[in-house]
């Protein structure tokens, strides 16, 4: 039987929330860059800045995008972020389908 979504979110919440004082988490919070934000503090909220993923994991400029948007929405612009990374999904679709 294959787990629901909800299952796997839950289970991927628990696991960041597990390891979020881990010296992986730990190494990226300490940096000047992620202790400043300007325009809120939006992405302090997460355990790991969106960037640092995007950047370790050798993410595109259009996928970081989707990635930004999605981790975002709730605190910062709700639908509206949502919509922006359905646009850049569209946009990555495209490009993907050439």
Do not use: C, P
């Not at 997460?46 to 989707?66: L, S, V």
């Not at 948007?69 to 389908?97: F, M, P, Q």
Request: aromatic share 12%; net charge positive; charged share 40%.
């Amino acid at each position: 039987m294959s787990k629901t979504e909800r299952e796997m979110r839950e289970e991927f919440e628990r696991d960041i929330s597990d390891n979020a004082e881990s010296e992986y988490f730990k190494g990226f919070r300490e940096t000047k860059s992620n202790n400043t934000q300007i325009g809120g503090d939006h992405y302090k909220k997460n355990n790991i800045q969106t960037w640092d993923f995007i950047h370790k994991n050798g993410i595109g400029f259009i996928a970081g995008n989707i990635i930004k948007y999605v981790v975002r929405y709730k605190h910062k612009n709700g639908i509206e972020d949502l919509k922006k990374a359905r646009h850049y999904l569209d946009k990555l679709i495209e490009e993907e389908s050439k």
